[in-house]
T-cell receptor, first 111, second 114 residues
Framework: EADIYQTPRYLVIGTGKKITLECSQT?????MYWYQQDPGMELHLIHY???????EKGDLSSESTVSRIRTEHFPLTLESARPSHTSQYLC??????????FGPGTRLTVL | AQSVTQPDIHITVSEGASLELRCNYS??????LFWYVQSPGQGLQLLLK??????LVQGIKGFEAEFKRSQSSFNLRKPSVHWSDAAEYFC????????????FGSGTRLSIRP
């Protein structure tokens, strides 16, 4: 069983607020990912990282930003949340040549 | 172009019946193939993976998948489904490279008829 954690699990917040979604893994994986997923829909890659100080934008444009200061930590930040940001956000990590392990997700609702 | 196609958006089967979920991929190099399952409001859990070797792969929860290179397919099967198998299933493809990303299909929602 993989050890990857996301907090909070659920977040309801007003428009214009700054939020940070946390993602941590204890497996020492170099690669980490953020996906956005609407209910019942496919996953969209929004950010990924190959390692410390590496961040890349994914296939889906996102107003969020990420940072990778430590191997185990890959937080995602929205400077000013909007209703269009309402979605589920999934974090994953991977070791080269292995599979991705997913966290439980954060369900974000912006009012 | 690299892609994964899951042609069935929603499948309903009776409890105890057999199941096959289809997955076709397009990938330029030797593919690594995965099946994940997602329960509502949860993250994705790996069911099984194929990297090399035997093309019939056994996974958790009684699932198996067969890699057919000639058909570019990696279909998921289970001989007898249980009500707890109702979930969303995602097929994915990736490669052994530091630059490789895993590409996910759009998912197949499985419903179980009592």
């Amino acid at each position: 069983e993989a050890d990857i954690y996301q907090t909070p699990r659920y977040l309801v917040i007003g428009t214009g607020k700054k939020i940070t979604l946390e993602c941590s893994q204890t497996m020492g994986h170099d690669k980490m990912y953020w996906y956005q997923q609407d209910p019942g829909m496919e996953l969209h890659l929004i950010h990924y990282s190959y390692g410390v100080n590496s961040t890349e934008k994914g296939d889906l444009s996102s107003e969020s930003t990420v940072s990778r200061i430590r191997t185990e930590h890959f937080p995602l930040t929205l400077e000013s949340a909007r209703p269009s940001h309402t979605s589920q956000y999934l974090c994953a990590s991977m070791r080269l040549g292995d599979t991705q392990y997913f966290g439980p997700g954060t369900r974000l609702t912006v009012l | 172009a690299q892609s994964v196609t899951q042609p069935d958006i929603h499948i309903t089967v009776s409890e105890g019946a057999s199941l096959e979920l289809r997955c076709n991929y397009s990938y330029g190099a030797t593919p690594y193939l995965f099946w994940y399952v997602q329960s509502p409001g949860q993250g994705l859990q790996l069911l099984l993976k194929y990297f090399s070797g035997d093309t019939l792969v056994q996974g958790i929860k009684g699932f198996e998948a067969e890699f057919k290179r000639s058909q570019s397919s990696f279909n998921l099967r289970k001989p007898s489904v249980h009500w707890s198998d109702a979930a969303e299933y995602f097929c994915a493809v990736g490669g052994y490279s530091s630059a490789s990303k895993i590409i996910f299909g759009s998912g197949t929602r499985l419903s179980i008829r009592p």
